[in-house]
């Protein structure tokens, strides 16, 4: 397969899980987040799915398309090692009704050590109930799995839900 033809299956299965899990969210309390704003497609994909919550965007820095940025008091920027921390004093715990993570940085090892390093706290800022979906396969305490929607590759992207 091209790498074309990988990406665009990726954008499928990332838009199928969001869709999913706006879904399975919709009728819980809770705001959004978004871990990796890139160039902004996902979280404009979000306000469409959730136009009713409130939106909050993890990044390094912000690279995004004008049209695709958060206002500044929804925006945490630094290092998830910094800022979840950050938000769980902010926000404050089990807030977040659906989660998307998208770590994918092309080093696969680290990618995935990411995503196991981040897992706990992206656990505590979600409600019973709520949904993750990630690029990165996500354990913690308190989360299970979710089938990913017909269609979606196995291991293409992960769903989750918070006990």
Known sequence: MSRLDSFIRRLEAQRQC???A????ADLPGIVLELGLGNGRTFDHLRT????????VFDRQVAAHPDCIPAPDRL??????????????RL???RAALVHVDLGSGDAAASRALAAAIAPAV??????????????????????PL????GVERGRYFMAVRA
């Not at 706006?22 to 969210?25: F, G, K």
């Not at 998830?80 to 769980?88: I, K, M, R």
């Open 18 to 20: 969001l869709g999913e």
């Open 76 to 89: 945490f920027l630094g290092d998830f090692d910094a800022t979840l921390p950050a938000a769980l004093q």
């Open 22 to 25: 706006a879904r399975l969210a």
């Open 147 to 150: 089938p990913v929607p017909p």
């Open 49 to 56: 799915l959730c136009p009713d919550r409130e939106i909050y």
């Open 92 to 94: 404050g715990r089990g």
């Open 123 to 144: 656990a505590e800022l979600m409600a019973s109930g709520a949904v993750l979906v990630s690029d990165q396969e996500m354990a913690a305490s308190g989360l299970g």
